[in-house]
């Protein structure tokens, strides 16, 4: 059983997706980041950067202690060498998948949230800012579509926690002022992981899950 410390943020729906994904039994705990429940001691334990998500593995491999674990990209990968899915076996796929990933960890997710937070939640306009991480949002979204134009999914030919890693973000692409026809690609992509069942399980999922 996965215990799940969750908030419907886009780094959050990528463990849901995830676990939707693979059938693997995960307990939801709401954390309510409006509430600023990220910043109790209980949480920080959990996960000292008090971000979204964090994990606590009741039965890891090793057979010790609960194991928990933070950062998005590091929960995804450990699923994924956990229960053998959602990243290859192959050597040089594998190698692909963690590039794609480590790709939206360090740019795609910080500069689109930069991009949400100067568009949407800065007190007031700042428009170095704006148009800063607005260029950067559309360089990101070219190299995006570049990759998915010789390919079907991030990594090749498989669906992958890179893919999982992506899509919640681009799920805001309108936020980010972002046309996807623009990014054709992208917009074939998209729209395959949207019909995804385990992806609409996803996206349906409360705050509490037994």
């Known amino acids: 059983m996965i215990d799940l410390y969750y908030a419907p943020t886009p780094n959050g729906h990528k463990i849901t997706i995830f676990l939707e994904e693979t059938g693997l039994p995960y307990h939801i705990i709401p954390i309510n980041i409006s509430a600023n429940e990220?910043?109790?001691p209980e949480f920080l334990a959990i996960s000292p950067n008090n971000k979204m998500p964090a994990i606590v593995d009741r039965q890891p491999a090793d057979g010790g202690?609960?194991?928990s674990l933070f950062e998005s990209g590091a929960i995804l990968l450990y699923l994924a060498d956990k229960t053998g899915q959602l990243i290859s076996q192959?050597?040089?796929e594998?190698?692909?998948?963690l590039q794609w990933l480590f790709w939206q960890m360090a740019g795609f997710g910080p500069m689109l949230g930069q991009n949400h937070h100067f568009n949407h939640y800065a007190p007031k306009p700042v428009p170095y800012a704006i148009e800063r991480y607005q260029?950067?949002?559309v360089r990101l979204y070219g190299v995006l579509n570049?990759?998915?134009?010789?390919?079907?999914?991030?990594?090749g030919d498989s669906f992958s926690i890179a893919d999982i890693a992506t899509y919640p973000w681009v799920v805001s692409h309108?936020?980010?002022?972002?046309?996807?026809a623009n990014f054709p690609a992208v917009r074939r992509w998209f729209d395959s992981i949207h019909a995804r069942p385990a992806v609409e399980r996803a996206y349906r999922?409360?705050?509490?899950?037994?």
Do not use: Y
Request: glycine residues 0%.
């Open 135 to 137: 260029l950067e949002t």
């Open 94 to 97: 594998r190698q692909s998948t």
């Open 146 to 155: 570049r990759q998915l134009a010789r390919h079907a999914f991030m990594a």
């Open 38 to 40: 990220q910043f109790t």
């Open 90 to 92: 192959d050597f040089r």
């Open 65 to 67: 202690d609960p194991l």
């Open 205 to 210: 999922i409360p705050t509490q899950k037994n």
């Open 174 to 180: 309108e936020r980010q002022h972002i046309d996807l």
